[in-house]
């Protein structure tokens, strides 16, 4: 079974720039979470979509938005990007059901902004 | 208190010896517990999950949980130059898809 893929693989943005990333799941699983990794904040969730709604968010600024297609693939926007915006974004895939919540990462999107 | 905590490391064994790595949480709500392994610029692989108290056991891989005392633990035997990695222990959020990540402890397996 193909894994969690994510495109693009890396990107260059500049300050006030807008940029969308996308995620395509693992074949069945209906969750895709996504998360920023920053050398000095680790891994932080964003938000969590489940047949294409937004069901878990975390605490970051509106600029941060996703959505989920019908078939699960999963994009993430954030607008008026930010210096501080440079990070690795990972999504991840899994069933989304109770007990079978495991989470499997793709191999991540590295922004930077400059 | 940070919700999941992990000693930072870096945590350096010789080839063939135990790794110990550990983690400590707060939210007593947390059921589900994972180690993830992430090597230098790349993302975090699933390593083990465990959701009872006690130990469990897969290869050279043991995770060991201790809900009372609010702890987790992973153990690798015979460690390898290979397991050199950041082992990242996260917890799933109560009653949520949200995974909860401490910061890591980088380990480095000495030949």
């Known amino acids: 079974k193909a894994g969690v893929t994510q495109t693009p693989r890396y990107l260059i943005k500049t300050r006030g720039q807008q940029v969308t990333l996308s995620c395509s799941p693992i074949s069945g699983h209906r969750s895709v979470s996504w998360y920023q990794q920053t050398p000095g904040q680790g891994l932080q969730f964003l938000f969590e979509y489940f047949s294409e709604t937004q069901r878990n968010k975390g605490n970051f600024p509106g600029r941060f938005s996703g959505r989920q297609f019908s078939n699960s693939r999963s994009e993430m926007n954030v607008s008026t990007l930010e210096l501080g915006d440079s990070a690795l974004y990972l999504c991840?895939?899994?069933?989304?059901?109770?007990?079978?919540?495991?989470?499997?990462f793709g191999p991540g999107t590295r922004l930077l902004v400059l | 208190q940070k919700e999941v905590e992990q000693n930072s490391g870096p945590l350096s064994v010789p080839e063939g010896a135990i790794a110990s790595l550990n983690c400590t949480y707060s939210?007593?709500?947390?059921?589900?517990f994972f180690w993830y392994r992430q090597y230098s610029g790349k993302s975090p692989e699933l390593i083990m999950s465990?959701?009872?108290?006690g130990d469990k056991e897969d290869g050279r891989f043991t995770a060991q949980l201790n809900k009372a005392s609010q702890y987790v633990s992973l153990l690798i035997r015979d460690s390898q130059p290979s397991d050199s990695a950041t082992y990242l222990c996260a917890l799933l959020q109560g009653g949520s898809e949200k995974l909860v990540f401490g910061k890591g402890t980088k380990l480095t397996v000495n030949p």
């Open positions: 465990i959701y009872s108290n």
């Open positions: 991840a895939s899994s069933l989304g059901h109770r007990g079978q919540e495991t989470q499997y």
């Open positions: 939210d007593r709500v947390s059921q589900s």
